[in-house]
């Protein structure tokens, strides 16, 4: 079915003589936690729950090995922000580039860390990162475009103390509003960096450079450093010309990453809070939600000059308005200065909208809700290749919203956002150029607007406000010519579990095989999904296949099927 010829090795003999190999042993298990106080059942990394940051340099070889351990869940890394230069089934994303890890099983994970900058990795099976599994991995650069004397990183979260397989049951119940689109659960809280009192020792009169990574499952993140000003550097893994945010607030999404310059204070005679506050808009919009009169948005932390001072209060953030409050990141400016790709060869348009399917809320792009395939999308285009049927043609890929482009394409998608909540699109494989995006109610894509800039901020994921539009582009410039698959999805969980997610199709054509690791197919055996065909059959909503056959034993929470989507 694949080749046996691996491409790994091949990919060890062209790396700078530097880099250094990375190998991590990673046993994911439940890990009891307490973040905010309310003890629970976490997903944590070999014992320990919040979950490590990965710490590598510019270059270096990856390699993790993935043992699940959670005995009732499945499970997957993706790594957020990676292109996956060369190693595109490495991408983590479970029914697209492999099949999910079952209880018991192992898979390794194996790519170069060829990007700097920070990014994240998280499960991107069955709404599960919420439930903790996602940590920080943070890629040094030798020769950053700004000078720093230390570095530290915070993780903005909301936080559940329900654990998410009966949330999504919640969620997805038909007496959840299903004619509306269905209310997501309300978090019980924001935590920054997993807990309720992070404290980050400084020294003064130092330049600390701060990755700020939103680990979160749904609202945004709007935050304040009080008596500190911050600048811009970094959004995204992409270096951005130093921009000076003043006494603007900054708001990251869920799965957006950004860091900033702060330059501590002259004396250590007093220490500060940072202010967090989760974007209440997007909660709100339901006129018969219940948010409790005691319902606190806000996380505090501090930055601690002296340990025998005692801890400020937050400052009183007034009138903040987490619509409009905050620096548009389409104002950035990425430090290497790529100019706006152009012409563009193919135009995709994603109008999003919701209907109710068998009573239960779902949403769509271009009428379609995404139903994830049994046969990951990846192995469709790799096993396909030698039959009849075409693989560009999007009907063999089934319910995925596919989208194919061919090698070498300016592509530029249009996101017509037409729902009342505000959605964080993230794209894999690539980072995109945005072009425009549009305020709350700013309308749907009609034209391009007058003030585009030639060097458009470049990053994985985009925020696009309720009743407007954003516009991104990117290459399809693929290195090594290989077929890829991407996901293209909003990044809250909520959402992505009710189908709000496309799937791109990237090269199908292209000669070059590429060979799947014995791990993926193993795994596929043992989970029992198909690692050859097309898409025409799906997981349905209670995680069985449309034909109905025996479960396995890797059954997730909230019923008798083998997975939730
Ligand atoms: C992708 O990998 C190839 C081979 O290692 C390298 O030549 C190329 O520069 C990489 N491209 C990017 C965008 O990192
Ligand atoms: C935040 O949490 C991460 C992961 O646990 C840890 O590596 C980092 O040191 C923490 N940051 C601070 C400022 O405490
Ligand atoms: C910080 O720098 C200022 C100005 O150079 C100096 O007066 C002050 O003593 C320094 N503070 C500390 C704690 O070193
Ligand atoms: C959240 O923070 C804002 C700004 O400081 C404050 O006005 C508000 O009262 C806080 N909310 C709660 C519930 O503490
Ligand atoms: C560009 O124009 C649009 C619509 O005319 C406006 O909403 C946006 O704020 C402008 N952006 C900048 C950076 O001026
Ligand atoms: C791709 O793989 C198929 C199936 O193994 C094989 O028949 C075909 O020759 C390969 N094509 C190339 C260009 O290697
Ligand atoms: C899975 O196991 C954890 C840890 O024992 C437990 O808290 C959780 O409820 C279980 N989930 C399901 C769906 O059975
Ligand atoms: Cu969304």
């Known amino acids: 079915m694949f080749k046996s010829s691996c491409l790994i090795p091949l990919l060890w003999l062209v790396l700078p003589a530097l880099a250094a ?8 298990g439940w890990v009891w936690a307490a973040s905010d106080g309310f003890a629970r059942p976490m997903i944590g990394i070999n014992g320990h729950w919040p979950c490590p940051q990965v710490d590598v340099n510019l270059g270096d070889r ?3 090995d993935v043992h699940n351990h959670l005995g009732n869940q499945s499970t997957g890394i993706h790594w957020h922000g990676f292109r996956q230069n060369m190693t595109g089934m490495m991408d ?3 029914e697209v580039t492999q099949c999910a890890i079952p209880p018991g099983e192992s898979m390794r994970y194996e790519f170069i860390a060829d990007q700097s900058g920070t990014y994240w990795y998280h499960s991107h099976e069955m709404g ?16 950053p475009p700004f000078a720093y004397d230390d570095e530290f ?7 559940y103390h329900e654990q998410m397989p009966v949330l999504l049951d919640q969620y997805r119940s038909p007496a959840n509003q299903a004619d509306f689109g269905g209310v997501e659960p309300l978090p019980d809280r924001a935590l920054i960096n997993d807990s309720t009192e992070t404290k980050i020792k400084v020294e003064p009169n130092k330049t600390y450079l701060v990755h700020i990574i939103c680990i979160g499952n749904w609202p945004g ?17 992409v270096f951005t010309d130093p921009y000076p945010a003043g006494s603007k607030r900054l708001r990251i999404t869920t799965g957006q990453r950004m860091s900033v310059l702060i330059k501590t204070k002259e004396d250590t005679s007093r220490n500060y809070a940072i202010w967090d506050t989760m974007d209440i808009n997007m909660m709100l919009i339901y006129e018969d939600r ?5 319902f606190n948005p806000n996380a505090t932390a501090w930055l601690v000059y002296n340990e025998a001072e005692p801890l400020p209060p937050a400052p009183d953030v007034h009138d903040l308005d987490t619509n409009t409050d905050f620096v548009d990141d389409v104002a950035f400016v990425p430090a290497d200065h790529e100019p706006l790709l152009e012409p563009v060869d193919r135009q995709i348009v994603l109008d999003t909208g919701f209907k109710a399917i068998d009573g239960v809320a779902r949403f769509t792009v271009n009428g379609e809700t995404y139903m994830p395939p049994t046969t990951p999308t990846l192995y469709t285009v790799l096993s396909l290749d030698e039959e009849s049927r075409s693989i560009a043609d999007p009907a063999v890929y089934g319910q995925v919203n596919p989208f194919v482009i061919q090698y070498g394409e300016v592509v ?17 494989g690539h980072h995109f150029q945005v072009l425009q995006r549009t305020a709350v109610d700013g309308g749907y894509f009609t034209e391009y607007f007058q003030n585009i800039s030639s060097t458009p901020i470049k990053r994985d994921t985009i925020m696009v406000q309720n009743h407007g539009h954003a516009v991104v582009r990117f290459r399809a410039d693929n290195p090594d010519k290989i077929k890829r698959v991407w996901l293209l999805h909003c990044h809250v969980e909520w959402h992505v579990a009710a189908g709000l997610t496309a799937t791109i199709i990237e090269a199908p054509d292209m000669v070059r095989n590429m060979s799947l690791p014995l791990d993926n197919l193993r795994i596929c055996e043992s989970y029992g999904s198909p690692s050859s065909g097309d898409g025409s059959e799906n997981w349905d909503e209670d995680g069985n296949t449309d034909e109905p056959e025996e479960a396995t034993s890797c059954t997730s929470g909230g019923g008798d099927g083998k997975r939730q989507v």
């Open 62 to 64: 990856i390699s993790v």
């Open 92 to 94: 983590g994303s479970t």
């Open 21 to 28: 190999d990375v190998h991590l042993e990673w046993d994911v």
């Open 290 to 294: 219940a948010i409790p009169e005691n």
């Open 412 to 428: 530029e998608i249009v996101i017509n956002n037409h729902h009342d909540n505000l959605h964080p699109w993230h794209l894999h």
């Open 128 to 143: 599960q990162y919420p439930d903790g599994l996602r940590g920080a991995f943070i890629v040094h650069d030798p020769s």
């Open 153 to 159: 990183t915070i993780t903005l979260t909301d936080f």
């Open 221 to 237: 993140h709007t935050f304040v450093f009080d008596g500190h000003d911050l600048t811009v550097v970094e959004v995204d893994g």
